[in-house]
């Protein structure tokens, strides 16, 4: 027997084993274990539902969001004559206003959350990297607005300029950016003394260079979770402003909105209050599913 000729043939195998593993990033490797969250992925699939059933229902439907009928003013469901969900007290469908408050809440959960976002993480990228006394000023002026009632403030806003839709986007994106500030700073001071972080300040790279290109991307994971989990905020504290009559005005309409009008007729209708309510609880469970699933998915110490 050539024992030579063996261990070549040994090592042959050995060499297209090792080839025939493919290496795992860790985006990769945090979708397989997302996936295998069951809460996750019954949350992606109810809240993917809603959102088709959000932009694309009301197109097989024969009513109209805005559209009335005093013949059937507070109908209760009835599947005959296509009131789903019943109407509510100028005979509109509710089937079809949920789907569009749908739309709309989503729509300013979604936006005010990216402009939350977008403050926090450069507010707090800049004080995290530049540091000291800059950085002590810059937390300093965050505790102070922590103090202040952040509601009365977007309460005052919506007074002073007037009940429109998209300074609502702002003036809720503006006041919720304080947490993400402060987890971006954390997390910045931690990346600044890496490494790559000192290679980079080596080769002449600038300040903003190193944020945009090496600090913000390896924040990804932390700025993915916080949006799953502040849109289901934003969405309650747009549904508080609505129902004070200080969000969403008509004809537009919301969930927040819709419940509110729902909490004045529920013991006549009650169909006015459970429907708009059950949408947005399955929403806002959906997201915190996939909120807790991301947040252990990306988790570093469980690679």
Do not use: C
């Not at 996750?40 to 088709?52: E, K, W």
């Not at 747009?238 to 969930?255: D, K, Y």
């Not at 699933?293 to 690679?303: F, I, N």
């Amino acid at each position: 027997m050539n024992f030579d000729l063996l261990d070549r043939e040994r090592k042959e195998k050995i060499l297209k084993s090792a080839l025939s593993v493919r290496g795992r990033s860790l985006w990769s490797d945090a979708r397989r274990r997302l996936f295998k969250n069951k809460a996750a992925v019954t949350g992606l699939i109810i809240l993917s539902i809603i959102l088709l059933f959000s932009l694309f229902g009301p197109l097989f439907l024969q009513y109209k969001f805005d559209q009335t009928n005093w013949d059937t003013i507070y109908q209760a469901p009835n599947l005959q004559n296509g009131h789903y969900f019943g109407t509510d007290g100028n005979g509109r469908d509710l089937l079809v206003r949920i789907l569009y408050g749908g739309r709309l809440s989503l729509t300013i959960g979604v936006i005010a959350t990216l402009v939350s976002v977008f403050i926090g993480v450069t507010y707090g990228t800049i004080s995290g990297y530049l540091g000291g006394k800059i950085d002590i000023v810059m937390m300093r002026i965050v505790e102070i607005l922590y103090a202040m009632p952040y509601l009365i403030f977007v309460i005052i806003l919506m007074v002073v300029f007037g009940r429109n839709i998209y300074l609502l986007f702002i003036a809720i994106g503006a006041v919720e950016w304080l947490t993400m500030a402060r987890i971006v700073r954390g997390q910045t001071i931690s990346l600044k003394e890496k490494e790559f972080i000192e290679t980079s300040k080596a080769l002449g790279q600038s300040t903003f260079l190193i944020i945009v290109k090496h600090i913000i991307p390896n924040l990804a994971g932390p700025i993915i979770v916080y949006i799953t989990l502040m849109v289901p905020a934003v969405i309650i504290l747009e549904s508080f402003l609505s129902f004070l009559g200080l969000g969403v005005q008509e004809p537009l309409t919301s969930w927040g909105v819709l419940i509110s009008e729902g909490s004045r007729d529920m013991e006549t209708a009650w169909w006015l209050l459970i429907f708009p309510g059950t949408f947005m609880v399955l929403t806002l469970a959906s997201l915190n599913f996939i909120g807790d699933g991301l947040r252990d998915a990306l988790d570093p110490k469980e690679y």
